[in-house]
């Protein structure tokens, strides 16, 4: 049977699941081939003269967002125990034919992961099973693709609930091709489910699913006119359910026109001429223009000022905006341009040269990497992105942002410092060097040779590092990621950086030699804000804390004074005073005998978040301190601390902490009015027992402080942390979270301590490719929710979330958000 030859064929008829053609002779596998070419005229809306081919009785429903939405007009069911879904979508995309057909069938399995990941909504995994080069000669040299796919998505709800049920998956076929059509050059598709040997999918995933079945699908690309680069691209699905699963129809058409809508809006933000960028130096000097260049408005407070990266002209935000520019071997900068370059950039979409039916494959890209400074040099960009994928996130994402975290456990300082440096650049940052880190380390290393290797690997690098807190000579790190795990290590040093071209970071220390810790915390915040250019009715976005372990309470004060509790303001101490950091005014560094303070002032492009909670539980009995000195609890009502314990604790409680096989002992939560007479609880955890059944405390106390027990419940600990990130961060996707808690939180989990990783993960929405890092610090600091005052204790759990939302900066959302006090 010869290829174009499909008018025996009959398409009307749905057939059962049947063996891949992998499974097959090569006749099998041309049998694809030939259905694919014969299922396309069911993609017509119009009546054809051709009787043979059976064509499909679409019903217009409705466009939304510029995706066309078609159904049946009558659907037959062939089994009554299942539900067919029976849709056909559609939209325009301006894009060439090449790059659309990338983004519908990626060629490679990783490319297929990320770009599911990014443009499939309510995602949870996806992987190609089996792929093989066919035999046939396509117009392109990539072409055809064909391989056996599997894809799980959340297309269920519980029909009580409404939330998320099982995730549904299918296994299919799919084989693309692009060949000439009636003298037009097109791309299409074929899917039908196949039969897939269970045990080599569970090699693959060990998801439980629910099995959903594509009895038919098919996709076409295809110019809106000759010579256009404007395609239509029309997909269509049937797909059978069983009847208990309880779909919903409208959600799974939903999906798939959402992924569509997706894959467009990705395609249009992609530049196809050249375009050449301006250094800095050359840029118009702003102080030069009263109003933009372009709409001629006069700059105010609200109409700030911006630099079009092409031309060096002085815009407005209304007048500009940001394009995806590829970077060879860097994935995507995101480039500001202003209207008119933009246009010039689309105004010629077709390209300069005639292309044959091959269409050959264009690949221009900068042949060399970017260098730190801005963009010292010209940028050339086509319609082909090698990078299209090259972050696996649930929704297009900014791709001048990317968080990734590293590790290093050998013993030697500067060998761990540049082992970790080397696996964050070349891993999860893919090229790009941060622009801000986080460094952790064990007490065997050197902060002075922590500092320096760093500076000399990265001299515009902003890091700020603290030593880990000790636990029996070991310390407790965690990764998330598909290799990530928990575990305890004799010697570590971890980086958690973010690469964020059009953020703003800072970081200064101070010793408290000479100096008092107000003082010192009230320096390092006014040349941060000095370093940040801020405004005086604007605050940072995040503020990261790191002080001497001892010292937070000087600390927090100040902050809280200068500094609106609305930002994110986190931070964590450790037992050793050997802090670190890097910024505009070069390397500072504290050692054992030298307590100080760290701190981050960091003004991200996208929206950060914060979490700060518990999981104690108080007690309804609250106790009267009768006699203390400093940190050392002597009597609560007159008794021995450790004496009211079993008055305080029901019986299970008293047989978890009073049992000999535990050492952990319950928190007490200092009870003190915040502002406007609301009262908050400070957690305070016992750090020392004595002989005479007093207690050593982590903060300092004094006569008449009110103290409530806080217990924690061993099996709610996985759940309570996996509840408080999810609440925390409001369904964002999050792409990068640092995570610090209290030693306690692993001491009561004991032999369980790996669950802790599994509760992040869970809270983080399961996302396996955002950057997740953990530590344990002494004392954490950060505002609860609701209680809108800054405050610090023992045994916490804080959490620095960077999210998918690009941020907001208009100077009426800030000043209006956060407003610095005066100092």
């Not at 928990?486 to 973010?498: A, M, R, T």
Request: proline share 5%.
């Amino acid at each position: 049977m010869d290829r174009f030859d499909v008018d025996e064929l009959d398409f009307e008829s749905v057939e059962p699941v049947r063996p891949s053609s992998f499974d097959g002779t090569s006749a099998q596998k041309f049998d694809i081939a030939i259905r694919a070419r014969q299922a396309l005229p069911s993609l017509s809306l119009t009546a054809t003269c051709n009787t043979k081919l059976k064509q499909l009785d679409w019903r217009f429903v409705k466009k939304d967002k510029e995706v066309s939405i078609h159904r049946l007009e009558r659907e037959k069911h062939g089994n009554s125990l299942t539900t067919r879904v029976s849709f056909r979508i559609s939209v325009e995309i301006k894009s060439y034919l090449e790059t659309i057909m990338d983004a519908l069938v990626p060629k490679s399995p990783i490319e297929y992961l990320h770009m599911e990941k990014r443009m499939f909504p309510k995602f949870v995994d996806a992987a190609v099973l089996h792929q093989v080069e066919d035999d046939e000669v396509s117009e392109l040299p990539t072409y055809p693709r064909h391989c056996v796919k599997w894809h799980a998505s959340h297309l269920l709800t519980n029909r009580i609930t409404g939330r998320m049920g099982t995730p549904t998956d299918f296994v299919f076929e799919e084989f693309a091709d692009v060949e000439t059509i009636e003298n037009v050059q097109c791309g299409f598709g074929y899917i039908q489910s196949c039969d897939y040997p269970e045990a080599d999918l569970r090699r693959v995933s060990a998801l439980k699913c629910k099995r959903g079945l594509i009895r038919k699908g098919v996709f076409l690309v295809q110019p809106s006119a000759p010579d256009s680069v404007i395609h239509e691209v029309t997909a269509m699905y049937i797909m059978d359910f069983p009847k208990n699963l309880g779909i919903s129809v409208d959600r799974i058409i939903s999906a798939y026109a959402d992924r569509l809508r997706n894959i467009r809006e990705m395609l249009i933000n992609t530049l196809f001429q050249p375009i050449p960028i301006l250094p800095r130096d050359q840029w118009v000097d702003d102080r030069s223009r009263r109003e933009c260049c372009v709409c001629t408005q006069t700059f105010t407070l609200v109409r700030a000022r911006h630099h079009c990266r092409a031309c060096g002209e002085v815009v407005c935000g209304n007048c500009s905006r940001k394009w995806s520019v590829p970077v060879k071997n860097n994935g995507e900068l995101l480039t500001r341009l202003c209207t008119p370059c933009s246009l010039k950039a689309r105004s010629n979409l077709m390209p300069s040269v005639v292309h044959t039916n091959r269409f050959s494959r264009s690949n221009t890209t900068l042949g060399l990497d970017p260098p730190m400074t801005d963009f010292e040099m010209h940028l050339h960009t086509s319609s082909y992105h090698p990078h299209l994928n090259s972050l696996p996130l649930q929704k297009p994402i900014f791709h001048s942002v990317r968080v990734g975290a590293s590790a290093s456990v050998v013993d030697d300082t500067v060998a761990a410092v540049e082992g970790a440096w080397h696996q964050l650049v070349t891993g999860p940052l893919q090229l790009n060097r941060p622009h801000f880190a986080l460094v952790n380390y064990s007490c065997a290393h050197d902060p002075h040779l922590i500092a320096e290797t760093l500076h000399r690997l990265a001299p515009e690098l902003v890091f700020c590092g603290a030593a880990l807190s000790m636990e029996k000579g070991d310390v407790t790190y965690f990764e998330g990621g598909v290799d990530g795990k928990l575990d305890k290590y004799p010697h570590l040093l971890s980086l958690w950086g973010l690469y964020d071209v059009d953020g703003s970071f800072t970081a200064n220390g101070v010793g408290f030699q000479g100096i008092e810790p107000k003082e010192a915390t009230r320096q390092c915040i006014k040349q941060s804000i000095l370093d940040l250019e801020l405004g005086p009715t604007e605050s940072p976005d995040m503020l990261w804390l790191m002080p001497t372990d001892g010292y937070e309470e000087p600390v927090v004060r100040t902050v809280e004074g200068m500094l609106d509790t609305s930002a994110t303001i986190l931070g964590a101490t450790s037992k050793h005073s050997r802090l670190c950091g890097s910024g505009a005014h070069g390397v500072f560094v504290m050692t054992d005998d030298q307590p100080g303070i760290v701190l981050a002032m960091c003004s991200p492009s996208m929206q950060v978040t914060e979490a700060y909670f518990t999981c104690y539980e108080p007690n309804e009995r609250v106790f009267s301190v009768t006699k203390a000195d400093g940190k050392r609890l002597l009597e609560l009502d007159h008794q021995p601390p450790l004496q009211v314990l079993k008055d305080g604790l029901d019986r299970n409680k008293r047989k978890l902490y009073m049992g000999s096989r535990q050492k952990v002992f319950p928190a007490f939560g200092r009870m003190q009015k915040g502002l406007g007479g609301d009262v908050y609880v400070q957690q305070i955890e016992p750090v020392g027992v004595h002989s005479d059944l007093s207690m050593t405390l982590a903060a300092t106390i004094k006569r008449d402080d009110q103290l409530r027990l806080m217990s924690m419940d061993t099996k709610m600990i996985p759940d309570d942390i996996a509840a408080g990130l999810h609440a925390c961060r409001e369904e964002e996707e999050v792409i990068g979270c640092y995570v610090t808690i209290g030693a306690s939180i692993l001491q009561h989990l004991g032999d369980d301590a790996p669950l802790l990783r599994d509760a992040v993960l869970h809270g983080m929405g399961r996302n396996l490719y955002s950057a997740i890092a953990g530590t344990v610090s002494m004392t954490q600091i950060g505002i609860m929710t609701g209680a809108h005052k800054l405050s610090y204790g023992n045994g916490m759990v804080a959490a620095l979330l960077i999210t998918n939302t690009k941020q907001k900066r208009s100077v009426e959302r800030r000043s209006s958000r956060a407003q610095r006090r005066s100092f």
